[in-house]
């Protein structure tokens, strides 16, 4: 099933309509709806961290359920596709997204190399064949995982409404960045010292700031993308690329 086929002319302007008919008081109940369950979530992964290891069920499954179900209500044109679109999940405007997320990603991991990676004595992987084999495998865990299921969690879900309630995109962005610095601060099995803006003694603070950081730049791209989600993966996963690449190096080799 392609979760991000391509929309006709006729479908993305009943997706337009669509969105722009939708009552605000459903937005509301949306993500007041969202907002506690992602405090419950992170709430369970302090007690239980291993749900970190199910995101897809988490962060994608559960939410989309939830909420397509109570579309379904207030939609004019009820539509599997036209919903898949309002999580930003289509291919409208996708080359340029992609091409800027890339070359953007590929700066972000030059910077990190040679201010943090580079020193760091166990990082040879570039220097070794080894690159051929974990630079793929942590790249499709990232797009497939973590990558993803936040992007479709924090910009596909909580920036699309947020952004449509307030009409602001800025606001939009920074008060999800907010939700995912938090969200960041939480023990995951990627994260590793050194962390991507190693700058405080605090790792607690290294973390928020960090997530804050990251998220804002992410839902610049989303906004940036008109909203699709594909720009964000790609740039979250480029961002995370070498960070997870030492843990696999770390853990598996």
């Known amino acids: 099933m392609q979760l991000t086929r391509k929309l006709s002319l006729t479908e993305y302007i009943r997706y337009i309509i669509t969105v722009s008919n939708i009552k605000e008081n459903l937005l509301v109940k949306e993500i007041i709806l969202i907002l ?15 749900l970190e290891y199910v995101q ?4 994608v499954i559960v939410p989309f359920t939830l909420l397509f179900f109570l579309q ?4 004019l044109t009820p539509s599997f596709k036209l919903s898949l679109a309002l999580f930003g999940l289509k291919r ?15 700066v972000i991991c030059i910077i990190q190399y040679v201010f943090i990676f ?22 499709l865990l990232l797009i497939f995982l973590g990558a993803f299921t936040e992007e479709f969690f924090f910009r596909g879900i909580i ?9 602001s995109k800025t606001i939009g962005v920074v008060f999800t960045a907010l939700l ?5 601060i939480v023990p995951h099995p990627f994260t590793l010292e050194p962390s991507i803006l190693p700058f405080f003694d605090s790792q607690i603070l290294s973390s928020f700031l960090e997530g804050l950081t990251i998220g804002i730049l992410l839902g610049h791209v989303y906004v940036k993308s008109d909203e699709n989600l594909i720009s964000a993966v790609l740039l ?12 696999i190096q770390s853990n598996w080799f």
Do not use: H
């Open 36 to 50: 506690f369950y992602l405090l419950a979530f992170i709430i369970c992964l302090f007690i239980f961290p291993d």
């Open 118 to 139: 580079r020193n760091i004595v166990t990082f040879n992987i570039l220097e070794s064949l080894q690159v051929f084999l974990i630079l793929p495998i942590a790249f």
């Open 92 to 106: 409208n405007n996708i080359s340029n997204g992609i091409i800027g997320s890339m070359l953007l990603g590929l």
């Open 159 to 167: 920036q699309t409404r947020i952004v449509r309630i307030i009409r």
């Open 236 to 247: 979250n996963a480029f961002i995370y690329l070498l960070p997870t690449m030492l843990f």
């Open 56 to 59: 897809w069920i988490t962060l």
């Open 180 to 184: 995912y610095a938090v969200f960041r």
């Open 72 to 75: 379904r209500k207030n939609l």
